[in-house]
């Protein structure tokens, strides 16, 4: 895979080059680009923002530079392709790059988006500050690529640095070869739709809190049925808004007894919260 993310704090990017995702620019699996829009402008003072026609406060990215920064990476794109290998000529036309535009306007970020993303040759980030990036930037990059308006959450950054940061490593760690046992994809939070049940190591009893007893049984059922409770219980607890988007098709008996002890029902294939019978008045 092909990363390219355009930002006017480039260094901002610097712990790409760590961990994980940093070896797996060294293993050759990801290649990693940072561009600094201010190279992009042709003014004196390199300007990269101006005031927003209609007023207001705040500043808006202006779209000259976004423009030439992201014409010079569809460009390069098209200089790989057209020099063979792996070129358009032999596999029929190269798939459009995906620009990735953080925001906190975006459809939000999940791990199904991840893995999506991480099914293409080539993705680019746009990392927006002040108020954002002029519209017409968004539009008209559609020749070039498939835009996509990505949120993190429901919050506001100053930029879309620290959300390239995160979408970088949720979808860089998806990549084949990049996560030295793939298994340990499997088991986590959100690859079933719900939250992880909570692990434990050695010591067996600390600060006079002790390990589960079921987890020291050596009874593989019961350690299962027991994770899988917890997994139920922590997201009702939690992220009751997970459970009521669960496919209960595929739910043991055991599963619905825990559930219903927890307060849910099986309707129509899916989970609802039983009404409580508290009386109001
Ligand atoms: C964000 C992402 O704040 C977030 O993203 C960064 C950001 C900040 C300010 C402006 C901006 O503009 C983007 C733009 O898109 C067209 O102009 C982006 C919060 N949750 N996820």
């Given at each position: 895979m092909r990363i390219d993310v355009v930002s006017i704090f480039p260094e901002y990017l610097a712990p790409l080059e760590l961990s994980l995702i940093g070896k797996a620019r060294q293993d050759g699996l990801l290649e990693l680009n940072v561009h600094d829009l201010r190279t992009f402008t042709t003014d004196k003072h390199r300007t990269v923002d101006d005031t927003p026609y209609g007023g207001g406060a705040g500043m808006v990215m202006k779209p000259e530079p976004w423009a030439q920064a992201l014409e010079s990476i569809a460009a390069a794109r098209v200089a790989v392709t057209e020099s063979g290998g792996s070129g358009s000529s032999q596999d029929g036309p190269a798939k459009q790059p995906v620009l990735v535009v953080p925001s906190p306007a975006g459809e939000r970020f999940n791990q199904a988006l991840a893995y999506e993303l991480a099914e293409e040759e080539q993705l680019v980030f746009a990392c927006g500050r002040?108020?954002?990036?002029?519209e017409r930037v968004i539009e008209w990059s559609a020749e070039h690529f498939t835009v996509r308006p990505v949120s993190l959450g429901d919050y506001v950054l100053n930029g879309g640095e620290v959300a390239v940061l995160a979408m970088v490593e949720a979808i860089g760690r998806l990549l084949p070869g990049v996560v030295g046992n793939p298994e340990s994809l499997v088991e986590e939070?959100?690859?079933?739709?719900l939250l992880e049940y909570p692990v434990y190591t050695k010591p067996s009893s600390w600060r006079d809190r002790d390990v589960p007893a079921v987890l020291l049984s050596g009874n593989h059922g019961k350690i299962a049925q027991w994770r899988r409770h917890e997994q139920f219980r922590r997201t009702a607890e939690r992220r009751p808004d997970l459970l009521a988007k669960f496919d209960a098709g595929g739910l043991t008996r055991a599963d619905r007894t825990a559930l219903g002890e927890l307060g849910y029902d099986v309707v129509d294939g899916h989970l609802r919260h039983r009404p409580n019978d508290d009386v109001s008045d």
């Open positions: 002040y108020e954002g990036i002029d939070s959100h690859s079933d739709g």
